[in-house]
T-cell receptor, first 114, second 110 residues
Framework: NAGVTQTPKFRVLKTGQSMTLLCAQD?????MYWYRQDPGMGLRLIHY???????AKGEVPDGYNVSRLKKQNFLLGLESAAPSQTSVYFC?????????????FGPGTRLTVL | GQQVMQIPQYQHVQEGEDFTTYCNSS?????IQWYKQRPGGHPVFLIQ?????EVKKQKRLTFQFGEAKKNSSLHITATQTTDVGTYFC??????????FGTGTRLTIIP
């Protein structure tokens, strides 16, 4: 049981390049989330999904797209990377339930855009 | 918008001293969660508070949820080096997602 995994762990891009970050979870969770973490800013929600085939915008969605074609995977795309997108990206998953609905986080992807 | 404010941003304490971080929301929360992130790591869930005025303890950690369900605190008694990290509160407004506070980074002076 790997929990939440993220690929890649590190990446360096040049301005204008594109890339996709992959998040996978093996806990059969309905909900999945993408956050970015910047110094002093906490965790800010980019996009999220409440089920296969659904996506919704979070607090900072501009410059990102997402897809949830399979329940276990949540992809985050950067079509044209900008230096302002240099950050650590975390994926998380949870399941709606009566009671504790904690989020389980992946190990993160450190992205640098030059 | 739905925001969760957290203070202080940083706290440096001598080992053995107590530590407290506070969170405040402008609107009533469905519940509040607390997470810990070790340096270089990812956030890990600590606890969820749901009821008005709720107090929960985990060894040296005490979590409180305000009567109006708008504020919360985490208190650590007699800090140890293993407590180092950033503590986040996360407010659940009942809309399928969490709003995280900016976190309090705790450093311990041995």
């Amino acid at each position: 049981n790997a929990g939440v995994t993220q690929t890649p762990k590190f990446r360096v891009l040049k301005t204008g390049q594109s890339m996709t970050l992959l998040c996978a979870q093996d806990m059969n969770h309905e909900y999945m989330y993408w956050y970015r973490q910047d110094p002093g800013m906490g965790l800010r929600l980019i996009h999220y999904s409440v089920g296969e085939g659904t996506t919704a915008k979070g607090e900072v969605p501009d410059g990102y797209n997402v897809s949830r074609l399979k329940k276990q995977n949540f992809l985050l795309g950067l079509e044209s990377a900008a230096p302002s997108q240099t950050s650590v990206y975390f994926c998380a998953s949870s399941t709606p339930a009566v009671g504790v609905n904690e989020q389980f986080f992946g190990p993160g992807t450190r992205l640098t855009v030059l | 918008g739905q925001q969760v404010m957290q203070i202080p941003q940083y706290q440096h304490v001598q080992e053995g001293e107590d530590f407290t971080t506070y969170c405040n929301s402008s609107t009533t929360l469905s519940n509040i969660q607390w997470y810990k992130q070790r340096p270089g790591g990812h956030p890990v869930f600590l606890i969820q508070l749901v009821k008005s005025g709720e107090v929960k303890k985990q060894k040296r950690l005490t979590f409180q949820f305000g009567e109006a369900k708008k504020n919360s605190s985490l208190h650590i008694t007699a800090t140890q080096t293993t407590d180092v990290g950033t503590y986040f509160c996360a407010g659940d407004f009942g809309n399928e997602k969490l709003t995280f506070g900016t976190g309090t980074r705790l450093t311990i002076i041995p």
